[in-house]
């Protein structure tokens, strides 16, 4: 099994894993500032009990100042997008490890995943058509394919083999049976000048954990790199990034009314280098490919600004085999505002990631496969936060916050594992507690041990 680990991560985007992020320098509005370390002081005070659930020990907190991470948390972002167990699902020879899933044998099995609803994230694609894009390619996943916008609406970047018939082509995309891989790949940008855009729709094939964007100065050969930045490429801005195989924000490309104005940037002459982290626990070969539409707007209707929600946690953790422990961690906002979206990312041992504002529950999830992402606004209606029964939810509408409410999260990691976990980007072998999102006023974002 391949494993490539060259920057510690914290999600650059909107919701970033790389500490060492580039800066976007320039950005007009809608782009916040790099990110600094606020202070970290251990053992506060636990919030009250909300909403039907327990909450955790603050076990770890960041006070003052609102801090932003670096400028792909502009626009909200994704969530993981992997299925439950489909019968006859092969599974992992190392015992200790959950039952994991071969990607091509999923189906969609989560509760409420109609393509009806408003929804930024989903774990299937919303057509029937099991070849929209006319591919052939003879791969599993032609499904998930993203055909591009209409001309003048936006432009496709694409990830993945230019000719699925030339072995030497689709080799450089090629992920073995068993292995899981953490590094990056490049595509071109074909823009020749600066555009502006309000909405990014993201397809992948099965297999995909997470995407980490950047986008990069020049031309960088198209393919697939031992590290994470494409070979040190210069990094220029960045697109977002998030852990689903169907990604759509705004969903269907209708803001909330009170969102109207988000908008981003992206460079000409440039490329993307994507930091794609992909795993194969199935029998077959597979492709790791991917389709990003970006959609235009006139740079004079960007009025919003947005600020990002990244906060590391577990960077110190050291958990024994068999043992069970509750991660916690909060931060205080610096100024008012209000969020856009949450969702918290973690790995196999956490079957729970709850997020409260102030002592109000306000998001759960009960599966890492499916991490949820969820939306705070007037159009949307989330599934009813559900602690009993373990299904995932959240509050709806609005969620505004004043200077100096609480934004804490906790992980509930099971470490049933032979070894001990420690912070790491490793879907079995280490473990991780992240919040990521954004929010229009204060942001905010820190690192915790």
């Known amino acids: 099994m391949v494993r490539t680990h060259q920057r510690i991560f914290c999600f650059c985007a909107a919701a970033g894993w790389l500490l060492a992020c580039?800066?976007?320098?320039?950005?007009?509005?809608?782009?916040?500032?790099?990110?600094?370390s606020p202070t970290v002081t251990p053992n506060a005070a636990p919030n009250a009990a909300a909403a039907g659930a327990p909450a955790a020990p603050a076990n770890n907190t960041v006070t003052g100042p609102a801090v932003t991470p670096p400028p792909a948390a502009n626009l909200p972002m994704g969530t993981p997008s992997m299925q439950p167990m489909a019968a006859g699902t092969p599974t992992p020879a190392n015992t200790d490890k959950p039952a994991m899933i071969d990607p091509s044998m999923t189906t969609n099995m989560r509760p409420g995943d109609a393509c009806q609803e408003r929804k930024v994230s989903y774990t299937k694609p919303c057509t029937a058509d099991p070849d929209p894009c006319h591919l052939n390619s003879g791969w599993a996943g032609d499904e998930y394919c993203l055909p591009p916008p209409k001309p003048g609406e936006g432009i496709q970047i694409h990830f993945g083999p230019k000719d699925y018939k030339n072995m030497a082509e689709v080799s450089k995309y090629l992920i073995k049976a068993g292995d899981e891989f953490d590094n990056?790949?490049?595509?071109?940008?074909?823009?020749?000048?600066?555009?502006?855009w309000n909405r990014i729709t993201v397809h992948m094939r099965p297999g995909s954990h997470h995407w980490i964007s950047t986008v990069v100065d020049g031309k960088p050969e198209a393919k697939f790199y031992s590290d994470t930045g494409c070979g040190g490429a210069t990094g220029v801005g960045s697109l977002g990034g998030g852990q689903n195989l169907i990604y759509d924000n705004p969903p269907g490309g209708m803001q909330a009314p009170e969102n109207e104005g988000l908008g981003r940037s992206v460079a000409g002459n440039s490329s993307l280098c994507m930091n794609l982290h992909a795993y194969n626990f199935g029998e077959k070969d597979q492709l790791r490919e991917m389709w990003i539409n970006l959609y235009f707007v006139d740079e004079a209707k960007v009025t919003q600004k947005a600020a990002g929600i990244g906060m590391v946690g577990g960077l110190g953790l050291s958990l024994a085999a068999h043992t069970d422990k509750v991660e916690t961690y909060s931060g205080k906002f610096g100024a008012a505002g209000r969020i856009i979206q949450l969702f918290g990312h973690r790995h196999v041992w956490t079957p729970r990631f709850a997020v409260w504002l102030n002592e109000k529950l306000v998001y759960e999830s009960w599966s890492w496969q499916e991490s949820v992402t969820y939306n705070y606004d007037s159009l949307t209606m989330n599934p009813m936060l559900n602690t009993a029964g373990k299904t995932d939810g959240a509050v709806s509408g609005v969620l505004d916050f004043k200077a100096g409410d609480t934004l804490k999260f906790s992980c509930y990691i099971e470490n049933k594992s032979e070894k001990t976990l420690g912070f790491s980007?490793?879907?079995?072998?280490?473990?991780?507690?992240?919040?990521?999102?954004s929010a229009v006023g204060a942001g905010l974002s820190g690192t915790f041990f």
């Open 22 to 36: 580039s800066s976007d320098a320039g950005q007009p509005a809608g782009t916040p500032a790099a990110p600094t």
């Open 184 to 196: 990056s790949v490049a595509a071109p940008i074909d823009l020749t000048e600066q555009k502006w």
């Open 425 to 437: 980007n490793q879907l079995y072998d280490g473990e991780m507690c992240n919040l990521w999102g």
